[in-house]
């Protein structure tokens, strides 16, 4: 037991500052925007403010912090298995344990980034509280804002479930491409760009309104998905011959 928990735990240290540095430094951005943005979105004598956290989000530019923390924790964890490739292949357990690791604590990281998006929503809602005539709110305001704004209903799509089962295969996609892919880096061979194809595209549909291609996206990223579960069996086969 204590062998394999060694396995998450290096993949941790492997990754732990530089994630955790841009999940802090991200949603401390944020809430330096929302902290100059929303006194500057209450104008005086208006009673009528439900819609103007949304106009905060968009403003302070969310989904592009989003997106950008995105990217990097990408690259971060996808090329630093390079650090201690050697350390990783000398561990006597399966590739298969150590490939499922991987991706556990890669979906840890990007799961702790969406959990610090939603903390700044409720502290920086908070703040929007405090700014505001309480007479001029409801306790919906913020369900409300979650609809009217792009970016907030991706992060967080409520009762909207085709567009959390996309949400939930692109992430599922990504972190199996990563997963996967790191095993081709640790034993020095070429990376094919699949996770980046598939990063691009979770940025390139982020905060998108239409609806219109949720379904061909939801099955490409499953096909994806099932391709790197195909990849990853194969590569136990051939490990249990060689």
């Keep these: ?35 100059i943005a929303i006194p500057k979105l209450i104008p005086e004598n208006q009673a009528y403010y439900m819609a103007l956290y949304s106009d905060a989000v968009e403003n302070v530019g969310v989904k592009y912090f989003y997106r950008a923390a995105v990217a990097l924790l990408f690259f971060w964890t996808f090329y630093s298995c390079r650090a201690r490739a050697a350390t990783v292949s000398r561990l006597s357990v399966s590739e298969g344990s150590i490939t499922m690791w991987h991706a556990a604590v890669i979906a840890g990281w990007f799961l702790s980034l969406l959990a610090s998006q939603l903390g700044v929503i409720y502290v920086s809602y908070g703040w929007f509280l405090k700014a505001v005539d309480p007479a001029a709110v409801s306790g919906q305001s913020l369900m409300i804002a979650f609809y009217e704004s792009s970016t907030l209903h991706w992060l967080i799509p409520l009762a909207d479930w085709p567009l959390l089962l996309t949400n939930a295969a692109l992430y599922l996609s990504l972190v199996l491409s990563m997963a996967v892919d790191s095993d081709l880096l640790r034993y020095g061979g070429r990376v094919p760009m699949v996770s980046g194809i598939l990063a691009a595209t979770l940025e390139a549909f982020f905060g998108s309104k239409s609806e219109k291609y949720l379904w061909l996206i939801t099955a490409g990223a499953l096909i994806l998905a099932v391709l790197q579960v195909i990849r990853l069996v194969r590569s136990c086969k051939e490990e249990a011959i060689a």
């Design 1 to 35: 037991m204590k062998r394999k928990l060694s396995i998450p735990a290096l993949w941790v240290s492997m990754t732990f500052w530089g994630a955790l540095g841009i999940i802090v430094l991200t949603a401390a951005s944020e809430l330096i925007g929302f902290g």
